[in-house]
């Protein structure tokens, strides 16, 4: 409890808790090269850069580790307890340097610039190179993400009583004034930094290149104020060793943004091989193919999950596809298939006038268009006339589509133990869906694997039912390690990936998974192999589970 102060009588020196003295730079009145206005602005203008700069620290962290890690909300919440945690530590472990308020503070911004900015490519650094180790490092990126967490939040923490113990230095305000303009410049630069990390940060420079920026304003920032403003409360040591700290800081992070796109490709090639073709950052996601040329198989991998593999995804959109086209199909809906893969298979049955796309990312879309390998293997499905592509999220779409439009919806979406993909398992998202269902339409789900992550499966199949839809279950098995695994991003060819997809197939009637005998023949698929597959799904039903809801998602992570 902060409690309440008379302003000190002009003249007199006393530091910003009330306590008296004469000596020590906690307590000697500070002669400013500028007036005393000038100087509490161009404190609080620090106090917002500052803000913003951790901020946009913050959400580095948060945003690499669900980038390299998986699962946004388990990573948001390590990340954002971690360093909350670690700042109030920071602020307890900084009112030991509050007699050196200007030296400290200048040490620390001098520190926080150089953690926060290369943080980002030394995790990135240690999962692409060590991610595969296994063994005691299995966790290792995890633990690093958790220690630059802990030192980021230490050094932010830290901040706030060094730069009251400045500002009240300058001008001596009661307690509760001077908290309230620290905390309005710190609020306001946190909403700054908050809206330039995804608008600004994220879209032009990247991850890599943004976090070293932001280390860079940083350091010049935490320096110029030290040393432009408070100087004199420094010795000629103490500055000559500040200001060769932070020169170091900006060279470091200066070589590191010379240097970031080598490094990149480096990671990369260590994380996906040396064959990576096109590498691209959409508003949605990293977006990466190799492969493709020299008789080498195509992979679409999505922010670092492998998404279509050209040695497996035959058997896969076969299985998507085929058994619900047993029926009316004229009128066919594919919710996510930007790259074309599902469509090319809807394609094949005759009878087919009309397919809706509705696709999340419109670079996905594009680049199935454009890249000549992963359009010869889509067969140039979306230049079909009968193609429609919409760029959208499927479930806002949903929910303005009419009733009962379409014969067949297949929805080809990632995992559902991916926290952007959860919503597009819930029993409301399958409520939209079955109201565009004709009365005899079918819909079609890839639900995840069924022999490594059956509650997650079975979990998809009571939500089903929970929409008022009957369902039948089925899976296909494949052979490469990798494609359309769970929510964990790992490396290609170490991933601990799932060789079995599951599929679930519901309409208002009762379904049957099996092949139109007038339709095209797959070449992964017979109506035998379906039958003994669904059989095989059967036998690892978890009885039970309830549905899955927008304001309780069931999936694991």
Not at 221 to 250: H, I, K, S
Not at 365 to 388: I, K, W, Y
Not at 477 to 492: C, N
Request: proline share 6%; glycine share 10%.
């Amino acid at each position: 409890m902060i409690e309440p102060q008379a302003p000190a009588p002009p003249g007199s020196a006393q530091s910003w808790d009330g306590r008296g003295g004469t000596g020590g730079d906690a307590d000697s009145p500070v002669r400013l090269p500028v007036r005393q206005d000038t100087g509490r602005f161009l404190v609080l203008a620090g106090v917002f850069v500052c803000a913003a700069c951790g901020l946009v620290y913050e959400l580095e962290l948060v945003a690499l580790a669900t980038y390299l890690m998986g699962d946004s909300v388990t990573q948001a919440s390590v990340v954002l307890s971690v360093m909350v945690f670690a700042m109030g530590l920071g602020s307890l472990a900084a009112k030991r340097l509050r007699r050196h308020a200007a030296a400290g503070f200048g040490a620390v911004e001098a520190t926080l610039a150089l953690v926060g900015g290369c943080s980002a490519m030394a995790l990135y650094a240690v999962f692409a190179w060590t991610g595969d180790w296994g063994g005691v490092w299995a966790n290792g990126p995890r633990c690093l993400l958790v220690a630059f967490s802990l030192a980021t939040g230490l050094l932010i923490g830290a901040e706030v009583p060094l730069l009251m113990e400045l500002i009240q230095r300058i001008r001596r305000q009661d307690a509760g004034g001077a908290i309230a303009d620290l905390s309005a410049a710190d609020y306001v630069g946190a909403l700054v930094g908050g809206l330039a990390f995804p608008f600004l940060l994220l879209p032009f420079l990247g991850q890599l290149t943004g976090a070293l920026i932001t280390g860079a304003v940083n350091a010049v920032v935490g320096g110029a104020l030290v040393l432009g403003l408070f100087r004199q409360d420094l010795t000629r040591r103490a500055r000559r060793l500040l200001v060769a700290a932070n020169v170091c800081v900006l060279v470091i992070l200066a070589t590191a943004a010379v240097l970031v796109d080598d490094f990149e490709r480096a990671a990369r090639h260590a994380m996906y091989g040396p064959d990576v073709r096109v590498a691209v950052q959409t508003d949605v996601q990293e977006v990466l193919l190799t492969g493709g040329r020299d008789g080498r198989p195509l992979n679409l991998f999505l922010d670092g999950r492998l998404r279509v593999s050209g040695r497996d995804e035959l058997r896969y959109h076969e299985a998507l596809v085929h058994p619900a086209m047993y029926g009316p199909h004229a009128r066919v809906l594919v919710l996510g298939g930007g790259d074309g893969l599902a469509v090319r298979e809807v394609l094949r049955h005759t009878g087919v006038h009309r397919v809706d796309v509705v696709e999340l990312d419109a670079g996905v879309v594009r680049l199935a268009r454009r890249d000549p390998a992963l359009s010869a293997l889509n067969a140039h499905a979306l230049d079909d006339p009968r193609v429609r592509v919409t760029a959208a999220d499927a479930f806002d779409w949903l929910r303005g589509a009419p009733a009962t439009a379409y014969d067949v919806v297949v929805s080809d979406l990632p995992h559902p133990g991916i926290t952007a993909s959860t919503k597009l398992y819930s029993q409301e998202f399958y409520g939209l869906a079955r109201r565009v269902l004709a009365p005899r339409g079918r819909l079609t789900v890839h639900g995840g694997a069924v022999a490594s992550r059956p509650r997650d499966f079975w979990t998809v199949d009571a939500t089903l039912r929970a929409a008022g839809l009957r369902t039948a279950a089925y899976r296909t098995r494949g052979r490469q390690a990798g494609f359309a695994a769970g929510p964990d991003r790992a490396p290609a060819d170490t991933a601990h990936a799932d060789r079995d997809w599951g599929f679930v197939l519901a309409a208002r009637h009762v379904p049957a998974p099996r092949l139109d005998p007038s339709g095209p023949h797959p070449r992964t698929l017979t109506g035998a192999t379906l039958a003994a597959d669904a059989r095989a799904a059967e036998r690892t039903r978890v009885p039970g589970l309830p549905p899955s809801t927008l304001v309780h998602p069931r999936y694991a992570g």
